[in-house]
Antibody, heavy 118, light 108 residues
Framework: EMQLGESGGGLIQPGGSLRLSCAASEITVSSNYMSWVRQAPGKGLEWVAV???????YYVDSVKGRFTISRDNSKNTVYLQMNSLRAEDTAIYYC????????????WGHGTMVTVSS | DIQMTQSPSSLSASVGDRVTITCRASQNIGNYLNWYQQKPGKAPKVLIYAASSLQSGVPSRFSGSGSGTDFTLTITSLQPEDFATYYCQQSYSSIRITFGQGTRLEIK
């Protein structure tokens, strides 16, 4: 069964850094469009970043220059390095796979909570 | 960025009802539109992709239509498990994906 599992969330002070991990099972991350999507408490979904199979990366404007998406093919894991964290980054962070011509997110992890607070 | 606007933001309905949720894009996105269902404490689940294609395993009471800027998700004969929040998502710009703000479907 194809699965994604996030880890690395927690409570962090403003200005701090955190690295999220997304371990994949039965999905080869290097062959897929892998994204992070976040959801602030009680709010809607916000796409955060993508890493293409070819390695290109893109970000939502609000995290550009602060977040970095990457992957380790040997570990079949995707990462989200988050620096200079702000209160507005507080959210559940989901790892997800996009498929097809319309990039439908068909596989999602359970999410990991990041709380930025002093 | 392409803005996605859903309406209504919330609605109340009864089991057995037919409901329609609308999603409007700020520019022409062709059929690059997907629909998701999210239940409390759970990750979203894709229902419809490419505006009108039913994802495998999703009940046929769910359907999608539209193209360009206006799209609809229709649920015929609502079941108790359908009460959830629904989101549309555009991928016309796959490097700047955006979601609608969500529609909360509640039991009347």
């Amino acid at each position: 069964e194809m699965q994604l599992g996030e880890s690395g969330g927690g409570l962090i002070q403003p200005g701090g850094s955190l690295r999220l991990s997304c371990a994949a099972s039965e999905i080869t991350v290097s062959s897929n469009y892998m994204s992070w999507v976040r959801q602030a408490p009680g709010k809607g979904l916000e796409w955060v970043a993508v890493i293409y199979s070819g390695g290109s990366t893109y970000y939502v404007d609000s995290v550009k220059g602060r977040f970095t998406i990457s992957r380790d093919n040997s570990k079949n894991t995707v990462y989200l390095q988050m620096n200079s964290l702000r209160a507005e980054d507080t959210a559940i962070y989901y790892c997800t796979r996009g498929v097809g011509s319309t990039t439908a997110f068909d596989i999602w992890g359970h999410g990991t909570m990041v709380t930025v607070s002093s | 960025d392409i803005q996605m606007t859903q309406s209504p933001s919330s609605l109340s309905a009864s089991v057995g009802d037919r409901v329609t949720i609308t999603c409007r894009a700020s520019q022409n996105i062709g059929n690059y539109l997907n629909w998701y269902q999210q239940k409390p404490g759970k990750a979203p689940k894709v229902l419809i992709y490419a505006a009108s294609s039913l994802q495998s395993g999703v009940p046929s009471r769910f359907s999608g239509s539209g193209s360009g800027t206006d799209f609809t998700l229709t649920i015929t004969s609502l079941q108790p498990e359908d009460f959830a929040t629904y989101y549309c998502q555009q991928s016309y710009s796959s490097i700047r994906i955006t979601f609608g703000q969500g529609t909360r479907l509640e039991i009347k």
